[in-house]
């Protein structure tokens, strides 16, 4: 009869130590870290936020490539407060700056349509909606509306409204801007200076420029590296230069 008690209790408390065990791994291999709202910049625990995320912008951090931001990014952006300073000093200073610094000839290569520094990861993902008074601090990803002072993507598909531009290694979408420019566009964008390197779509603006044309550009001067429709007041691809219509 001892024996049989004792057996029964070795297994019971087994069975539940053993269902203890299994528990605490499953939670450990799933590691789910999500939550619905987080001040930013995010917490490097957090690996996805399904709601709303409010600070004052995202830094990268050794787990930057698992975090997503699935809802709403509000940030109140120092960036332009950083940059109205800056220039505040530069004007200060102009003359110094004039004498230190040669002009340089810009030379207009293959290399100079290429947006630099934005195809690489690790890289944060936002699906939804951007709401800034400044940029990204880190590369970002993202799929949605971005509405802010200007800012730069890795890849971006949407809508991009900004005051200065957008900035995309990979763009498919429209984006309005004083200054937009990406490594190829499916899409379109608007602005006073539009520049791609593989125009797959439509520029609309004062300046545009393309490496690779596929696409219609409508401008007061337009400038591509090879034929492709042009509409402006002067065109000029690799065949000839042309007023009004070029091809």
């Avoid at 949407?158 to 531009?165: A, F, I, R, Y």
Wanted: charge should be positive; include cysteine; charged fraction near 15%.
């Amino acid at each position: 009869m001892k024996t049989s008690i004792l057996v029964f209790l070795f297994l019971t408390f087994g069975f539940i130590h053993a269902q203890d065990v299994i528990q605490i791994h499953t939670v450990d291999s799933v590691k789910t870290h999500s939550q619905i709202f987080s001040l930013s910049p995010i917490s490097k625990k957090v690996d996805q936020v399904n709601g709303l995320v409010f600070g004052l912008g995202h830094i990268n951090n050794k787990n930057i490539e698992r975090q997503t931001i699935n809802g709403i990014n509000i940030e109140v952006n120092p960036a332009p407060v950083a940059g109205a300073l800056y220039a505040f000093m530069l004007l200060m200073h102009i003359d110094d700056v004039i004498k230190n610094n040669k002009i340089k000839v810009i030379k207009n290569s293959d290399e100079d349509y290429k947006i630099r520094n934005v195809n690489y990861t690790p890289d944060l993902k936002l699906n939804g909606l951007n709401l800034s008074s400044g940029c990204f601090f880190t590369t970002t990803s993202m799929n949605g509306l971005n509405i802010s002072a200007g800012n730069k993507f890795n890849d971006f598909n949407g809508l991009s409204v900004t005051v200065l531009g957008t900035i995309a290694g990979h763009q498919n979408g429209f984006s309005i801007g004083v200054y937009n420019a990406n490594n190829d566009l499916i899409g379109s964008t608007i602005g006073v200076y539009n520049q791609s390197y593989e125009l797959k779509g439509l520029h609309l603006g004062v300046f545009n420029q393309a490496q690779i044309n596929k696409g219609l550009q409508i401008g007061i001067f337009n400038k591509s590296n090879s034929t492709g429709f042009q509409l402006g007041l002067w065109n000029v691809n690799n065949k000839r230069s042309m007023p009004f219509l070029n091809w």
